[in-house]
Each structure stands twice: as structure tokens, then as C-alpha cells.
């Protein structure tokens, strides 16, 4: 019922910036939650944003400070804004819609901070 499609990653400079784009295929009235999360080659999934019931935003301890959420409902699209980035910001990233007991992902999109 709906495709996330993701963008935006890439190889960066230590302190550089990427942001990352997740376009829905339907609007996202209905969506209850988004979020970004990470997985990094042998490392678990984390979860790197999010925007919960009530538009509250939470950020990983790792990230606070250097990433920003955030969404345009007008264009179906969630955001991701990293700047600051360390080697250790490498790994897959992928954005993940609710609706009530549905969860949509996206393909991920490799964002790779070089030395």
C-alpha cells in the first residue's frame, strides 16, 4: 500500500554533511510515527531519530546535536539531516513509517564517513 523510497546517501569527509530523503508514495496523513534508523555491518539496528505521537522528536545520544528529523507532509517526505559526521555515522540507513499495527521500511541508502 505504500513504497518508501530513499536517497541522499553517499561518501562524506569526516565533519561533512548529507542529508538524507525518504519520499513516501502516499501522503502521510494517516502516519502515526517516522523514524531513521542504522545498521551497520555486524552491529545491531539502532535507532537514530524519530518523530513520535504529538510531533515529539528523539535523538540517539550518538547523534544528538549533529542530525535533525524532520518532515514535509505536503511532499510525503521525511528528512534526515547529518552534519558534523564521524567515520563511526557509517552504516545503512533506513527510514520507517507506522500506521497503527503496519510498519513500512524503506530499501536503505549507505552513508559512508571516510577519514
Known amino acids: 500500500q505504500v513504497q518508501l523510497v530513499e536517497s541522499g546517501g553517499g561518501v562524506v569527509q569526516p565533519g561533512g554533511s548529507l542529508r538524507l530523503s525518504c519520499a513516501a508514495t502516499?501522503?502521510?496523513?494517516?502516519?502515526?510515527?517516522e523514524a531513521w534508523y542504522r545498521q551497520a555491518p555486524g552491529r545491531v539496528r539502532e535507532l537514530v531519530a524519530a518523530?513520535?505521537?504529538?510531533?515529539?522528536?528523539n535523538y540517539a545520544d550518538a547523534v544528538k546535536g549533529r542530525f535533525t528529523i524532520s518532515r514535509d507532509i505536503a511532499k510525503n517526505t521525511l528528512y534526515l539531516q547529518m552534519s558534523a559526521l564521524k567515520p563511526e555515522d557509517g552504516a545503512v540507513y533506513l527510514c520507517?513509517?507506522?500506521?497503527?499495527?503496519?510498519?513500512?521500511w524503506g530499501q536503505g541508502t549507505q552513508a559512508t564517513g571516510s577519514a
Open positions: 520507517e513509517f507506522r500506521d497503527g499495527p503496519n510498519e513500512y
Open positions: 518523530i513520535t505521537p504529538g510531533d515529539n522528536i
Open positions: 502516499r501522503n502521510m496523513f494517516d502516519i502515526y510515527s
